[in-house]
Every structure is written in structure tokens, then in C-alpha cells.
């Protein structure tokens, strides 16, 4: 639990298989009628005998000591059966995990999930009570009397970082730098990575081009809230039903948290309705858990859209530096980047794996990459979606573009003459394998996006993005039944739907027996061993990878059986084309024998036939993109107007190719909303002023055009079937490419997200002057 995940590794290589689907066409998503007919069970959705409601207090205020709680009134108010605070839980020491992409530390969850000495943002738990209804839970949190001493506070990550900044924590001492601070700060970490001597080749540049970017934090959007039951038993164990991206790892976190052993708590997944790294963090669960030990009875607990906002985690936002040096032929010659990353209220930002993808996408031989973990008073950041990379990227692709203007060479032409490819060393460690960024961007070049013509004011726009796809320990267990259809229990939550359908499609293909015929069902912690979250792109790659190796399993025993029957050696049978067949004419003259066949003989010769895996999935191939925008500016007010939109990703192996596209289009329309028109804003008082879809506009459909999306299929060496992980690669271009489409359209290059109207007309009438003088 202590360890951080990690990309890289070695292992088999496989000659990819071509899924050639039985019956000829992809499995319909399972879980697809259920969704739009109301039926799936969402978290919200579990009602259990003796119920109550669970709400909780929150601070009103950005910074401030926590002088004194008086619970006293609430407890005595007719239905209240419990209330928490700070004084219900043990302190933690410091501790490090793996909570998805993000690392945590149990010293700093335990005071995020209720405050302890201080509260650190506007939204942070305080307190939580148990009713017997949601008005008496709401009536006891009023009662509740919270003697604060308010203290300065500092939202934005550049004024964080400041030497005269209000300090979040005391203890709290730049890590990363020789000598150590003597002086606490708001900057948790300084991380530097490098390859090459970036001076020297800056030197033989013709060149270069230094810019400085700013990125605000955004909602990942996902449409449910945060939901959780819990029900504590008089046996000391404790049941929880909740969303989440990874069951495995919040059995852990709620046991670490609440001194409980691991086998005394068993969490079950429920359908998602949306996640995208933001439900890979607990919050209510423990609160929960406690609230229904002390009530003994099941405790539900759901977040407004309001606490959604204030008190879950957004995306960093960020301050990034990027300088590029070329020849004039368009060879990069060095490059440098300054990452600020702020983590919100506790140490632990996406810095590390944003710092991955900074210029992977290029073949460099001089890169020199500093960053900065950052705290300020927000809620704590959670993964979005290829954490950190959108920022970055936002930065590198426009310098790229830049370079290209600058030497007049075409923006597609120049990232060809610098692509990353096979061999490829990255400043970070290891080198690339076989991966297909180089057949994206030929594929744009060509694209039938790149003939289409420009009206006035319009503009296209080229952005690339690179992410690794995790790997980790995954599970999973298929039994044959009776009738010869086949059951598979899979431990990655499947965050999209589409999982389950993929999972199918590659079991019934190992199998050979329609895809009708297999079902897969999701377990809870009690029925597989551990599995990591689902998170890093690794859902299907993984998943699939523990379901190939358990099928096989099964076949394995289905080949044992038959060659019991036939009383030859289990090396004397062959599986093919879903039957156990002799695996020469000197075997025997044997008639082959199908999965039902051998399902109903299994009785005799051993008992169930059943396959399981427990592995661990180590260097998954990683996914490029290439992304192409037209945009239309109003520049009578700023408003910028998406009219096309093409995604070239390399899927390795599209499983499920119209859900492949999905995935994409997806990413997009998140990169869209992140471009043009997301932030999180502040009042003066430190306080959330649009925590609701009202004031934080996500897009909607009258935002985004029809989205091409062209899938690209260089197989990932190290799966079975060619697969590599497709859902985090899309959200990474679009605002860099939008930013250089509105450069393209207007002449004025954008350095700050969102790209809004109010910003994009202060940008046209501050280069009027300029623009008019030439």
C-alpha cells in the first residue's frame, strides 16, 4: 500500500492476436439499458432497514485555527444518533500510498477527511452528524458551535509560493533542496529531471522561444456526487457501498483510517456516474463507517453539488515556464520547463506525473525539467483525467507552434522532424518501445480536416499529447458453468461501462464461444485478491490482461479434462476454435469437444472448471495523439466558436472500436470546457463563488461540433491482444491546440486558460495598437 505506481517494467513480449469477434460483431454494452432506463444502482441509490442521514459541517472560512467544537446541543436534539469530529479519530502518522495516479499521505487524509488543528479551505469537514432524517441532520449541524481564530490565506499558486505568503503548515520544509530550508514554506517539494546539457544546447540553437503560461483549476464534471453507505456491525466489520474508481484501495484507506483490520471491511462498487480521477479519494466513506459504529445503525451520506465543489478535488491549477531552442531547419536543440503545480491544502499535487509527459513526444537529446509542489488554501487536488498533462502540454505545444512561425516550417512538419519513436530516450529513465505518435501525425497530414477551407476570422490549430497506461496488481476469476457459458468476476471498476463489454468480447474470442455466452460482473473485495485502481488508462489494458490469463486457466482444465477422457497426456490436446481437440493424428481419433461438452463431463474428471489471476501488470504501452481544430473568433466580444475537430490516437488494438471513439470524444469535449470556459473563482475571503453547473460552465451540446475521431493501430507489444490504454490521451491537446487556433484566426497568442470571451477580447484590443502599427 506504501508503494507509488509506476509506468515502467519488463515482460513478456506478445505476438498481438486479431480479435476476430464470434458471431462477427461487438458485444452490446451490458450495462447500456439499465443506465438510460433509471434501473442501475447507483450509490445513492442503496437503501437499507434503519437508515440514517449522515451530513456534514463544513468551515466557512479559506484558513483558521480550530480553537473549539461544542457538540453538546446537537447530541441532544430528538433524532440525532450521532456526531463526529476531530476528537473521534486517531492521529496518523506520516505514511505514504498509492491512491490511483496521486500519491497520499495518511497524516494529511486523516485531517482532510475532518480537520484537526486548522480548517484549510472553504469546504472542509468539521464536524458530521447521523439523523433520523435530513432536515434533523441539517437542523444539528446549526446547533453545532465552532469557535474559530481566522488567518490569512493565499488561493494562487505564484502568490503561494512567495517568501511573505501566509504559511499552511508549520512543519512543512521544502523537500529537494541542498541544504535544507530552515524556514517552513508553502512549497512541499522541488523535483528536477534532466537529460543532456541544456545550456550547451541552447548555445546551437538559431531559435528560441521563452514563454510563461497559467492554468486555473477545473472539475472533473462528473454528474454524481459523492455518495456512500455504511453499515458497522455489532461483529466489529463494516460493510460500504459508495462510488469509487477503486474499490481494493478504499478497503485499505477506510481501515487505515478508522484502526480497523483490512479483512473487517468489505466495500462494494457501485455504478459510476462519472469519475475521471476524482473518485479515487475517500471522503465521506470513513465518516460513514464511524458515524453508523457509534449510531449502530447503516449511515447514508450524500454531497450536495455544492460540497462536490468546496470540499472534493478539482485539478491542479498551474504557473509553467517553457523555453525551446531550434536550428533553422527545425531541429530542437534543448528544452526547459518550469512546472508550479499547486496540491491544494496538502502536499501531493499531479507534479510527478505531469513532469513525465513534458516533451516525451519529442526525440530530445538536452531537456531540463524543474517543478514545485505547491499548497494553498483550496480543497486538496485529485486526478483529472491525465493529471497535470493538459497544462504542460498547453505550454510545450504552443511554444512548438511558435518554433514553426518562427522558421516558417509547417506546425505538422516540425513535430515530424522531432518525434519521439522507438529507442527514443527519455529525460525521465527509460527508453520508448514501439508506439505510434509518428503514424498519428502522418495520418493528420493527410487528413481530409486539413483540406478543408477558412473563412475570416477562422483558424486551425495542431496539439499532440503522450500518456503512459498503468499497470499494477489486478485480478480476476471466470468460472464455466454448467450449460458451457462463462462468468467472469473482474476487480477494475469499470468507470465507463464499456469495460465489461471489452472483457467479454476478449474472453469469448480465448474461448471461441459467442460473446452472447459470456457474462462479466464486477466483484466486491471479498470475492477476488487485491486489485489496483482504475486509473492511468489501465482499466481495459489490465483488466484484459487478467482475464486472458485466467481464460486460459480454464482452458487449460478444459484440455486436462478432455485428455482424461480420452486417457492421453494434457500435452496431447490442442484448444482451437472453442473445442479440446487431439493435437495430432497420432493422438487418436478423437471427436473434438466443445466448452458445454466439456462443462458437463467436469464432474468426473476433477470437479468445477474454473481460471484465476492474480498479477502484476508492468510496462503497458503508452498512447499518442494528434488533435486538429478550426475555431471562429467574434472579435466583437472574444467569443471563440469550435467549428471542427479531429482526434489521430494510436489505440494499439481497438477492442471495441465505437467505444474506443467515445473515450476520445469524451476527452475532447472535457479539453473543450477546460479551454474555453472552466475555472474555479474566489472571493476575497478565500471562498467558492461558483461551486454549482449554474456558474461553472461545462459544455454542452450546442459547444461542441461533430468530433472525427480516426483510430491508429501500432500493437502494444506487451499485450495479448495489441492493447494500449486510450482514455487520458484525449483530454491533453485541446487547449493548446485551441490556443493555436486562435492564434491562426487572429494573430494574438494566448498564455492563460480558460481562453473565455473577457479574456480573449482583453487580448485582441491589447494587440490593436500593435497590430494596426504593422
Known sequence: MGRAPTPWGTMIKYEPKVL??????????????????????????????????????????AHANLISIDTSESLKLP?????????????????????????????????????????????????????????????????????????????????AMKPDAPVLHDHMFTKGIDPAPTKPSNIALRMTSKLGDVEEGFKKADVIIEREYNTAATHQGYIEPHASVANYTDGGTAEVWTGTQGHFVFRAQIAKLLGMDISKVK?????????????????????????????????????TRDEVFRASG???????????????????????????????????????????????????????????????????????????????????????????EALKIDPIEIRLRNAAKEGTQTHFGPKLGRIGYIETLERAKVSEHMKQPLGPNQGRGIATGFWFTLGMETSAT????????????????????????????????????????????????????????TAGSRGTTAGSMAAVTATRKAIARMCEIAARKWEVEPDQVVWENGHARPAGANVGDFEPMSVAQLAKEASWFGGTIAGHAEINVVNQGPGFGTHIVDVEVDRQTGAVKVLRYSIIQDAGKAVFPEFVKGQWHGGAVQGIGMALNEEYIYNDKGQLVNPGFLDYRVPVASDVPHINAEIVEVPNPNHPYGVRGVGEVPIIP?????????????????????????????????????????
Open 20 to 61: 476476430n469477434i464470434v458471431g462477427g460483431k461487438p458485444a452490446d454494452r451490458p450495462d447500456a439499458v439499465d443506465k438510460v432506463t433509471g434501473r442501475a444502482r447507483y450509490a445513492a441509490d442503496i437503501n437499507l432497514p434503519g437508515q440514517l442521514v449522515g451530513k456534514v459541517l463544513r468551515s466557512p472560512h
Open 79 to 159: 433524532g440525532v444518533k450521532a456526531v463526529i469530529t476531530r476528537d473521534d479519530f486517531d492521529d496518523l502518522e506520516n505514511e505514504y500510498a498509492a491512491s490511483g495516479e496521486l500519491t497520499i499521505n495518511f497524516k494529511d487524509v486523516t485531517r482532510n477527511m475532518i480537520a484537526r488543528e486548522k480548517v484549510l479551505y472553504d469546504g472542509h469537514p468539521v464536524a458530521a452528524v447521523a439523523a433520523t432524517s435530513e432536515a434533523i441532520a441539517k437542523k444539528a449541524l446549526k446547533l453545532i458551535k465552532v469557535e474559530y481564530e481566522v488567518l490569512p490565506h493565499v488561493i494562487n499558486v505564484v502568490d
Open 267 to 303: 466495500v462494494t462498487p457501485c455504478e459510476l456516474g462519472g469519475g475521471f480521477g476524482g473518485k479515487n479519494n475517500v471522503y465521506l466513506e470513513p465518516l460513514a463507517v464511524k458515524l453508523s459504529q457509534i449510531a449502530r445503525r447503516p449511515v447514508k451520506m450524500v454531497m
Open 314 to 404: 478539482p485539478t491542479s491549477g498551474t504557473n509553467v515556464k517553457v523555453k525551446m531552442g531550434a536550428t533553422k531547419d527545425g531541429k530542437i536543440t534543448a528544452a526547459y520547463a518550469e512546472m508550479n503545480y499547486q496540491a491544494g491544502a496538502f502536499a501531493g499535487s499531479s507534479l510527478g506525473l505531469a513532469a513525465i509527459t513534458v516533451f516525451t513526444r519529442y526525440d530530445l537529446e538536452n531537456v531540463l525539467v524543474i517543478g514545485h509542489d505547491v499548497v494553498c488554501n483550496r480543497p486538496k487536488v485529485a486526478a483529472y483525467r491525465a493529471p497535470g498533462a493538459p497544462m504542460i502540454a498547453f505550454g510545450v505545444e504552443g511554444v512548438m507552434d511558435e518554433l514553426a
Open 478 to 533: 471466470i468460472n464455466i458453468n454448467e450449460d458451457g457459458s462463462a462468468s467472469l468476476i473482474y476487480g477494475t471498476v469499470d468507470v465507463t461501462g464499456g469495460m465489461r463489454a471489452a472483457f467479454s468480447m476478449i474472453v469469448a474470442e480465448e474461448l471461441g464461444i459467442p460473446v452472447e455466452k459470456v457474462r462479466a460482473v464486477p466483484s466486491d473485495t471479498t470475492s477476488l485478491g487485491f486489485n489496483f485502481m
Open 734 to 774: 485541446p487547449i493548446a491546440a485551441i490556443a493555436n487556433a486562435i492564434h491562426d484566426a487572429t494573430g494574438v497568442r494566448m498564455y492563460e486558460q480558460p481562453m473565455s470571451p473577457p479574456r480573449v477580447l482583453a487580448a485582441l484590443d491589447a494587440a490593436a495598437p500593435k497590430m494596426a502599427a504593422e
